[in-house]
């Protein structure tokens, strides 16, 4: 059931992420296909690169990658499960928000 389980969580991540991330300036495009994740940001609005993220992702045990120079990639297991599925939701928005807040703290 491992393509059921990606669908359900690729599904439950997306909406996550939207509900946290999709209004906030800087964040373009939030995008997914199963548990291919995307999150497009707009560097001009960040204060940190995101290459910083995800050092800072990974000091939190969270390995995330980043393409193009602005895109979050999440290529999670397919045996995730709906509260590993949080962490990552909370964790890589937590990192996203903070980095853009303090570009306009800036």
């Given at each position: 059931k491992l393509l059921d389980n990606s669908r359900k969580m690729g599904d439950y991540i997306l909406s996550g992420f939207k509900e946290k991330l999709a209004q906030l300036d800087g964040v373009r495009d939030i995008r997914g296909l199963g548990l291919m994740i995307g999150i497009e940001l707009d560097t001009d609005h960040m204060n940190r690169d995101c290459a910083e993220l995800v050092k800072l992702a990974l000091e939190q045990h969270l390995l995330i990658n980043v393409t193009a120079g602005n895109v979050i990639r999440l290529?999670?297991?397919?045996?995730l499960d709906q509260q590993q599925a949080d962490t990552i939701i909370n964790t890589v928005s937590e990192l996203v928000i903070a980095s853009l807040q303090e570009k306009v703290a800036a």
């Open positions: 290529l999670p297991p397919l045996i």
